[in-house]
């Protein structure tokens, strides 16, 4: 079985930084993509931004020039370095990891983790 665990939530006022972590432990073969979403009260869970194995990014509009996300493929783990913090960046930030291969599942399986949340006050 695969764990997600992510790590670097808290409260932070605006304009401040934060930098989450998540590490994929269990008997993984291969990672596809990982990425990072959040979700708010009453809103859908939304894409903040990911990475694939081969280094493509994506970022959601309102995160861009303000985040970015990095990958260590060695220790299965990605990165979330989040500046420039605003009050609408608060939510709980899941880490997702997609097209996962293990030595138990040999298809495709996504993962996610169980979630950190971010505050940003006023």
């Known amino acids: 079985q695969v764990q997600l665990v992510e790590s670097g939530g808290g409260l932070v006022q605006a304009g401040g930084s934060l930098r989450l972590s998540c590490t994929a432990s269990?008997?993984?073969?291969?990672?596809?993509?990982m990425g990072w979403y959040r979700r708010t009260p009453g809103k859908q869970r939304e894409l903040v931004a990911s990475?694939?194995?081969?280094?493509?990014?994506n970022y959601a509009d309102s995160v861009k020039g303000r985040f970015i996300i990095s990958r260590d493929g060695a220790k299965n783990s990605v990165y979330l370095q989040m500046n420039s913090l605003k009050p609408e960046d608060t939510a709980v930030y899941y880490c997702?990891?997609?097209?996962?291969?293990?030595?138990?599942?040999?298809?495709?399986?996504?993962?996610w983790g169980q979630g950190t949340q971010v505050t940003v006050s006023s």
């Open positions: 997702a990891a997609g097209g996962v291969v293990t030595s138990t599942q040999p298809t495709t399986t996504d993962y």
């Open positions: 269990g008997s993984i073969f291969s990672i596809n993509a």
């Open positions: 990475i694939s194995s081969g280094g493509s990014i």
